[in-house]
């Protein structure tokens, strides 16, 4: 059975199409990426899919269960973690694993059986009696994903989890993702828009945009796509008639031009650089650099979407006053 199964899945808001007839496959046991930019749906497909807003139209199915009709049910098979942090800063660690454990009805010995395996998951068991206020920006992520695996969920949501960390924060809680996801066989969604997250952290990447999933596979299978190397070449002056020029030129696969950029897709990039530079010339395109590297993720997001991811935007801050309000609604809607 699979953990997550869409079926042209589509919310839209006073006529803008949030996300677009998704159709989404996710097998148990995943580590599952969404990649893409701030407002490309990521967040959106979330909410639908843990029962925090209804779709538009289609549907899906959660651990088995329908994200309409068996609401209660998949909300008690799902963990969150959301953009911003919404832990209660004035109680200790254990005491906000408590509360939430008390929300889901668990008894007090399992409460803390469960507190102490959690907080021993993610390394905080020394600083389960401090108060939260006092934790560091990766402590308190790392305190909620443990909340949000106190109920022993069969998937697991998180939403840009290391959002606003700095660099040696992120890849420490990288290390603790993978852990988890090994350690507790779960699946888990992750929404990103850092392409190195993605590419450390994800059996399986679907990169976003504009409400639709554009490519769809693992890390190396997207790079592939993209082609063997890649040669940039950045032009002085307008570059828009370079791709006449290289388009069917011997070992060239793709083209694609962006501002003052032209990136091809070549095989054998090492001997194709005299040809290619002698071709620019011929064209009277003037170079000013030229640079060869293997694709990345960036270059798959660039050459299906013909532009460069965009930046953080402010989604994250709007989602900020909305994790309470989701949390409440979460619980609120569970039967007692």
């Not at 998704?22 to 990649?35: H, P, Q, S």
């Not at 660099?167 to 507790?184: F, G, M, P, S």
């Amino acid at each position: 059975m699979s953990a997550i199964e869409t079926n042209d899945l589509t919310k839209e808001f006073d006529g803008l199409t949030a996300v677009n007839s998704l159709n989404l496959k996710i097998e148990e046991g995943e580590l599952f990426g969404l990649l893409g930019p701030n407002g490309a749906g990521k967040t959106t497909i979330i909410k639908m899919l843990s029962t925090l807003i209804k779709p538009s139209s289609g549907s899906g199915r959660v651990a088995g269960y329908d994200i309409q009709g068996e609401r209660d049910k998949v909300r008690q098979s799902i963990g969150i973690v959301f953009q911003d942090i919404s832990l209660d800063t004035e109680l200790t660690g254990w005491e906000n694993l408590d509360f939430h454990a008390r929300m889901y009805g668990m008894e007090k010995e399992l409460r803390k059986e469960r507190i102490a395996e959690v907080l021993k998951l993610v390394s905080l068991e020394d600083k389960a009696d401090q108060f939260v206020k006092y934790y560091s920006g990766g402590m308190q992520r790392r305190l909620e994903i443990a909340r949000g695996l106190m109920h022993y969920p069969k998937v697991l949501f998180l939403d840009e989890p290391t959002l606003g960390l700095d660099a040696q924060t992120r890849h420490v809680l990288w290390d603790y993702i993978k852990e988890l996801a090994r350690r507790e066989k779960i699946t888990i969604i992750l929404t990103t828009h850092y392409m190195d997250e993605a590419d450390y952290l994800c059996d399986r990447i679907g990169i976003v945009d504009y409400g639709k999933i554009v490519v769809l596979g693992t890390s190396k299978e997207l790079k592939e796509k993209v082609g063997e190397d890649l040669i940039s070449l950045e032009i002085t002056g307008r570059a828009s008639s370079a791709d006449s020029v290289f388009e069917g030129l011997d070992g060239v696969l793709a083209v694609n031009i962006h501002d003052n950029t032209v990136d091809l897709s070549v095989k054998n990039a090492e001997k194709r650089i005299p040809l290619i530079i002698e071709t620019s010339r011929r064209a009277g395109i003037e170079i000013s650099s030229v640079n060869m590297r293997k694709p990345t993720l960036e270059d798959v997001f660039l050459h299906y979407t013909g532009r460069t991811i965009r930046g953080e935007g402010a989604s994250g801050r709007d989602m900020a006053k909305q994790d309470m309000r989701n949390r409440r609604q979460l619980w609120g809607g569970r039967k007692k």
